[in-house]
């Protein structure tokens, strides 16, 4: 396998996790000059993110965790990117959330790359057939995404979302946590999703 073994600054976009962080803690990232954020729950993003918005217009804001269907419409209101399209009934909910927006909102499919039980992301196996529904609603692909099984090895499965990307035409990589970014960055991360190595442990 060809792995990216160089990798240029300009090539990965930090996204800073704000979840479970208060306002006070984000603006002194705006104020350093940093835009790109994340957060996993819809609504503690409308009840941090419209002010910030309005003092910072060109933040640009990521929904990294699992969505429900029925909260489809307010995601697309307040995200740029979603990284966690994983499942038909999300799909559509999303693609009508989008027309009738009429914006359309890029997004990684999640896959379950180490095929768990527990974990959101759509099946490997289902990988190619996922990506042709995404593509005929018209929904632009950002890229896939996974979250690795905890405490093993996570190189593997950032080796093998490399490939899957590959083999389906898909550009960008969402992986890499405070505990293993640079690891995803050398094999191919174009975006690194990091919370507690910016922002310390969670409150
Ligand atoms: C919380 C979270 C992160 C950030 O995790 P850290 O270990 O704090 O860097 C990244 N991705 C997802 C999906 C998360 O929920």
Excluded at 78 to 101: G, Q, T, W, Y
């Amino acid at each position: 396998m060809c792995k990216p073994s160089r990798r240029e600054p300009a090539d990965v976009t930090l996204i800073a996790v704000s979840k479970t962080h208060p306002v006070e803690r984000i603006e002194p990232l705006l104020e350093a000059g940093h835009r790109v954020f994340g957060e996993n729950r819809v609504q503690e993003a409308q009840d941090k993110w419209p002010a910030l918005r309005e003092a910072y217009p060109d933040v640009q804001l990521h929904l990294i965790g699992q969505l429900q269907s029925n909260k489809a419409e307010e995601a697309v209101e307040l995200f740029d990117v979603i990284h966690s399209l994983d499942r038909e009934s999300l799909l559509k909910a999303l693609a009508n959330a989008m027309d009738k927006a009429d914006k359309r909102v890029p997004c990684f499919v999640q896959v379950n790359i180490g095929d768990e039980e527990q974990k959101g992301g759509c099946p490997i196996a289902e990988l190619p057939e996922f990506l042709a529904k995404v593509r005929a609603a018209d929904i632009p692909i950002a890229g896939l995404m996974c979250l690795p099984p905890a405490d093993i090895e996570p190189a593997p499965f950032f080796a093998l979302l490399y490939k899957l990307a590959q083999d389906n035409g898909v550009e960008g990589l969402s992986m890499g946590m405070s505990g293993d970014y640079e690891t995803a960055v050398q094999l191919g991360a174009t975006h690194v999703r990091v919370g507690t190595a910016l922002f310390g442990e969670r409150g």
